[in-house]
């Protein structure tokens, strides 16, 4: 079983950069999908980026492209969200999440995903 731990998050001023990383542990990730979920107060979660960890095919959420970049780090076993041009809307729970696909599938449901860290606030003050 893949265990998963975020680190990085905090207080950054909106227009600034912050970056999350996600720490896994248990299994190798060669078959898994890594990818990066939001909550925010009173909302519900919310795809954010994805990455496929055996080529490092990635994929965004709309609201998010030309701003976050996911990338991975094989000898780390770790997966990050840099996000630039911070937003006050993008203050939220960041939260990683690891879905197992053998065959390379990917999603952006959060159901889909087999495991979840523990998440990490990231909040963009005006």
């Known amino acids: 079983q893949v265990h998963l731990v975020e680190s990085g998050g905090g207080l950054v001023q909106a227009g600034g950069s912050m970056r999350v990383s996600c720490a896994a542990s248990?299994?190798?990730?060669?078959?898994?999908?890594m990818g990066w979920f939001r909550q925010a107060p009173g909302k519900e979660r919310e795809f954010v980026a994805l990455?496929?960890?055996?080529?490092?095919?990635?994929y965004y959420a709309d609201f998010v492209k030309g701003r976050f970049t996911i990338s991975r780090d094989n000898a780390k076993n770790t997966a990050y969200l840099q996000m630039n041009s911070l937003k006050v809307e993008d203050t939220a729970v960041y939260y990683c999440?690891?879905?197992?696909?053998?065959?390379?599938?990917?999603?952006?449901?959060?159901?889909?995903?087999?495991?979840w860290g523990q998440g990490t606030q990231v909040t963009v003050a005006s």
């Open positions: 999440a690891a879905d197992e696909s053998p065959k390379g599938r990917i999603t952006a449901r959060a159901h889909e995903y087999d495991v």
């Open positions: 248990g299994r190798t990730l060669s078959s898994y999908n």
């Open positions: 990455i496929r960890w055996r080529d490092g095919y990635s």
